[in-house]
Structures are given as C-alpha cells and as structure tokens.
C-alpha cells in the first residue's frame, strides 16, 4: 500500500516536473529499395519485377486502366537517392514513377503497354538478416480481363482519410467509472514487426496485451479493450480510431523493438512530441510513424494549419496527462523491479500517439535483439510481474489523474 501511495503522490508532483530527455542512439528506420538488387525486366511473353528491401514492409498490388498501370503500395518505403527509370528495362512497362501519395505510404507506378496482370506475387523476409525480396511477375490478359479486375481492393487497414470510424469524445475521467483502457499490440498481420531467433514482434505483443487486459479485469475498476484481437493488419490511423470508437481514457501501445546493434535493453515509455527529443526516437518513430491522424476533432474541411492549432488547443490538456501517465509506468516497473532503459522516458512523433484528447503512451517493454530482454519476454511469469506493475501504475494514475481534473481549463 505504500508504494502505492507513494506512486500516485509521485504522479500528482509530476503535473509541475518535466520528464527527462533522452539519449543518442541509432535506431533501424524506415524500408530502402537497394536499386543495384532490383530490377524490372522482361521475361517470356510478360514481364518480371523483384524488388529488394532493406526490411519487410505491408504492401498491396492493384491495377488501374485507363492508362493502363500498375500500382504498388507500401507502408512505407524511403526512396531517396531511387533512379525509376533505371529500374525499368522492360519493353512493356513505358514509365516507373515513385514517391509518396499520403502521409505514411509510398507507391511505385508502372505505366503498362499492354494489358499485364500480376501473379505469383510474394515478399520473402530473411530471418537472419531481415531484408526483403518482394517478387512478382505481369502476364498477358485480355483488354476486357484487364478493365474487370483493375481498381484498388478494399483490404482492411488500408481505408482512405474519411473511411475510417467515426471519433467519439469522452468526457474527462474523475474516478467515478471504470477506467477505459484501450490495449494497442503493435503490428499484426502482413506487418510482423521485429523478428529475432524466430519470435515476432507482432505475436509477442498480442500475447501479452491478452494477459494485461485479463489481469486488468480482475482487478476491477477498469474496462480493457484491445485494437486487435488475432494476427490481422490494422493500420496506424484506424488504431487512434478504435481508440475514439471505444471511447477510451487510456491508449497505451505495446512493442518490443529489434537493433542491430543489439545494445539497448529495458523498457521504455514514449509520450508525444512535435519533433523527437533525440536522434533515437527521430529514426525508431519512421518505424512506427506511418500516418497522421487527425482523431478526435471534426477536421473536416479544414487546412492544415487550423487542424494544427485545433489539435494542439486540445493537447494543452491531455499531453501532461500522458507524460504523468508515462511517469506513472515508470514508477511501476521500477518498485517490481523490472529493466529499464538507462532514459526511460522520451518522446517521439509516432503516430498511434497523436489522438488529441486520449491521454497516449507507447510501452516499448524491452528489445527483442536484447538477450536478457528476449529472455524475459518469453517468460510468462516475468509477463505477469509486467502486467502488475502497469496495472498498479493505471490504478496511481488514475486516482492522481482524478483529483487534477478541476485544476484545468476543460
């Protein structure tokens, strides 16, 4: 009981501490094509592409007509220093382009001669290395085929800005109602994360966002939701999105990192910031930073600049709440003796962090490339000494949360 006391008490002096900075390290970023591996070439009667990435990245391949194209997104590819054309030494693709078209994705267009359907599409990831080779061939239809199948398919994760759910406001937690707390287990699906000795990112984290939310509900006093509930895709903007559906007073986003270097260790807790506190934080958020998503206020019809200042009005509240929030973790993994990173608390510009008004934290609970971190986080009793700790840390916040909430402008 008294390190609980002592926590909440920690938590309400944060509201007029600030939260450390953080130090230089260099983190894996964003995918790269290696154009010197990568080629578009014809083969037979159609044409062959293979395209060599420095790590995998979820992607999708439609055609559209009228011109005739190929398209290929990602989420997302770095094309600096990327000369198309000299990729393209087919006689049937007339143009390659590449750029983004949206905040957080990428695309490479081929301007087809003839009607060419993909098939035999596949992107192959090397455990050891983790580089990508993403292969695929364009065969020979009939015009007619061609028209019928062109048109982006309507793949879950991928909705265009204004598909997506609709943002609900909930009003500010005073600790009369079950906290709601909305569990976000990195990845998923065709995007697997970190990948070391076998074990997934992506699985890793679904498994533990479970038992939290189990241990969560046992504790009353709360109500657990999570983003996903098995290995599916869903995309960055539309996590923020379920985040407002469920009308949430706590996101917190769960990961466990890779470096190649292999140095860092521990966890760490991630609040938000226009521009990321440390080289560290500015290459790991490209990994995470895929969209910006502009959640919980009607934007509709509004320029960039007024959806900035109206986002950052609204964080004038909820951002010291998130950074007590990120206090509070830290706290908690401390009194149970967890690791932690030697600077525990950063900032960075991800995008599962940029809900307006839901207090939001991204829990990186060690790194995979980590031994002693791989050791613990397969470790389902050291899993469960994680999962107390935060639940100890919401249940400080909360009650530390509750009793500010008049000493604000709502």
Known sequence: MSSMIRMILAVMLAMWSGIAGAQERDFSGLARLDPGASAIEDSGNGVRIALSLSQGVPYRVFTLADPARLVLDFREVDWQGVEAAALDRSGKVSAVRVGGFRPGWSRMVLDLSEPLSPVGVGLAV???????????DLLPVSEEDFAAAAGAPALPGWEAPG?????ERRPRQRGEAPLVVVLDPGHGGIDPGA????????DMMLTFARELKEVLLRADGFEVALTREDDSFVSLERRVALAHRMRADV????????????????????????????????????????????????????DDVVADVLMDLARLETQPRAERLAGAIRLGLKDYGLPLHSRPLRHAGFSVLKSSDIPSVLLELGFLSSPRDLKNLSDPAWRAKMAAALRDALAAWQIADAATADLVRQ
């Open 126 to 136: 090397d455990a050891e290395t983790g580089r990508a080779q993403l292969d695929m």
């Open 163 to 167: 598909q997506g759910l609709k943002a």
């Open 195 to 202: 990948e070391v000795a076998g074990i997934a990112e992506k």
């Open 251 to 302: 996101f917190i986003s769960l990961h466990a990192d890779a470096l190649s270097e292999g140095r860092a260790h521990g966890a760490t807790v991630y609040t938000l910031s226009d521009s990321a506190s440390d080289k560290a934080s500015a290459a790991l958020a490209e990994r995470h930073n895929r969209a910006d998503m502009l959640a919980g206020v009607d934007l509709s019809g509004k």
